[in-house]
């Protein structure tokens, strides 16, 4: 039987990891869960003829800066379970259940969320969230019964967060409804803040090329590189839901997202739209920037706005383009304010660009 500190004390022997006292003080509390629930779960007495189902392990929501491991962590401990489980993306598993409550309102169930929830229970005992964090309303007013119908059944969560659960929905529209949540978080799970003065994510990046010019230097090899370091394999679309409307980002993993210049610019996207994927993502590739003129002044403008979003949510920005960022619009209308945008891109190269303080 494999131990998260096995794991982690192996990576480190071979060089894939450096050991970080922050990283290394949480993992008892994952060896905890692992631990719990590898033991036969006999449900508690209740009464002389019911029995209620067992109680969900207590789990686990990690939170701090970007970058610290929490993701690295979290997918070295669902590694070890030996019981069903599943890895998910906050975003992508909300979005799974508002499909899963459409579908079952339009087949006349009364109570959609309900047989949504039910199905998530026969088939985990663990939920493994990553990056939760919730900004639309639709979420907020459905996590709570969904968090409790989950608990209820026995289903453990750990979760990593770049805020505490008092900071969830801040300032959300009826936030009062959504307090209960946050109590319903602290109660079922230890909330631990992981500490540490690294950002790995943003050393990896510091000193590389992270803007490449197409056709020079293998260009996009250079860029996969990058993106496997940083989000490694299997990484799926992320969904966003924005004002009622889907927004997608083709692949996301560990915090990472990776595009095409024309699934982020060539839509009828808006500042919305590019606010809502700068706050979810910590790092962005984008591919095939091409040359802009006003041939594809709409496409232009939209890149615009996409990285002031970018820009000014301190996301780092990995991308192969056709030219330098000087010579990407030369001619037409729209020349001279995207001056400001070439010097952002620029800025955006810097090794320490990005680093939140």
Not at 101 to 119: C, E, I, N, S, T
Not at 232 to 261: C, D, H, Q, S, W
Not at 275 to 303: G, M, Q, T, Y
Not at 329 to 339: A, D, L, N, S
Request: glycine residues 8%.
């Amino acid at each position: 039987m494999t131990s998260v500190h096995d794991i982690y004390e192996a990576r480190i022997a071979a060089g894939e990891l450096e050991r970080d006292p922050a990283q290394a003080a949480v993992l008892d509390e994952f060896e905890r869960i692992r631990s719990e629930l590898a033991q036969p779960q006999q449900p508690q007495k209740k009464g002389w003829f019911r029995k209620a189902k067992p109680e969900a392990v207590k789990g686990l929501y990690l939170w701090g800066g970007v970058g610290r491991g929490k993701s690295m962590l979290m997918d070295m401990f669902v590694e070890t379970l030996e019981v069903p489980a599943r890895r998910v993306h906050f975003h992508a598993f909300m979005q799974e259940i508002h499909a899963g409550m459409h579908k079952a309102r339009q087949d006349g169930v009364d109570d959609a969320l309900a047989p949504v929830a039910a199905k998530v229970v026969e088939e985990v005992k663990l939920l493994a969230f990553d990056e939760m964090q919730i900004t639309d309303i639709t979420d907020a007013m459905i996590v709570g019964r969904l968090f409790q119908f989950l608990f209820e059944a026995g289903v453990t969560v750990v979760t990593t967060s770049n805020r505490i659960p008092d900071d969830l929905y801040k300032e959300g529209l009826n936030r009062q409804l959504f307090l209960p949540f946050i109590d319903i978080l602290k109660d079922k799970m230890v909330v631990w803040e992981m500490v540490s003065p690294t950002d790995y994510r943003q050393n990896r990046l510091t000193g590389e090329q992270v803007y490449f010019v197409r056709g020079s230097g293998g260009a996009r090899k250079r860029l996969l590189a990058l993106w496997k370091d940083l989000a490694g394999t299997g990484a799926p679309p992320l969904i966003l839901t924005v004002n009622g409307r889907e927004v997608e980002i083709p692949m996301f993993r560990n915090g990472v997202g990776k595009a095409k210049f024309y699934d982020l610019c060539g839509k009828m996207l808006g500042p919305a739209d590019y606010l809502a994927i700068a706050e979810a993502v910590r790092v962005l590739v984008i591919e095939d920037i091409p040359r802009l003129s006003r041939h594809n002044f709409n496409e232009a403008k939209r890149f615009v706005t996409l990285i002031d979003a970018l820009y000014e949510a301190k996301v780092r920005l990995i991308c192969t383009a056709a030219a330098e960022p000087e010579m990407l619009y030369v001619e037409g209308t729209g020349t001279f304010e995207f001056e400001r945008t070439a010097s952002r891109l620029r800025e955006m190269q810097d090794a320490d660009w990005g680093k939140k303080t």
